[in-house]
Nanobody, 120 residues
Framework: VQLQASGGGLVQAGGSLRLSCTGS????????SAWFRQAPGKEREFIAA????????SYTDAVKGRFTISRENAADTMYLQTNSLKPEDSAVYYC??????????????WGKGTLVTVSS
């Protein structure tokens, strides 16, 4: 397994979770990375991305102001801090590594997802 996501769980609406994604240095080194999610019956959607240095981030509108993506390169780990969670945030969350230093959408590796369930 090249990437592994963790940190999901059951939380009440308004709560927070911190998701983590660890991977091999070969995958993370000098490459951007991103989070996606997939709810039952829906397509996988982009959530957020961060460049290889952690200095540039982008978010889908649905999570702007509530989620924060970051990475700790020394630990080959990426994070997604999720705050003010809503029931519609419930999904399996996946992490992915890009092929380029800036996020391009050309993904080279996916992690197994972690389930986030937000109760109302």
């Amino acid at each position: 397994v090249q990437l592994q996501a963790s940190g999901g769980g059951l939380v009440q609406a308004g709560g927070s979770l911190r998701l983590s994604c660890t991977g091999s240095r070969r995958i993370y080194s000098n490459n951007a990375s991103a989070w996606f999610r997939q709810a039952p019956g829906k397509e996988r959607e982009f959530i957020a991305a961060v460049n290889w240095r952690g200095s540039t981030t982008s978010y889908t509108d649905a999570v702007k102001g509530r989620f924060t993506i970051s990475r700790e390169n020394a630990a080959d780990t990426m994070y997604l801090q999720t705050n003010s969670l809503k029931p519609e945030d419930s999904a399996v969350y996946y992490c992915a590594a890009d092929r380029r230093p800036m996020y391009s959408g050309s993904l080279q590796a996916w992690g197994k997802g972690t389930l986030v369930t937000v109760s109302s």
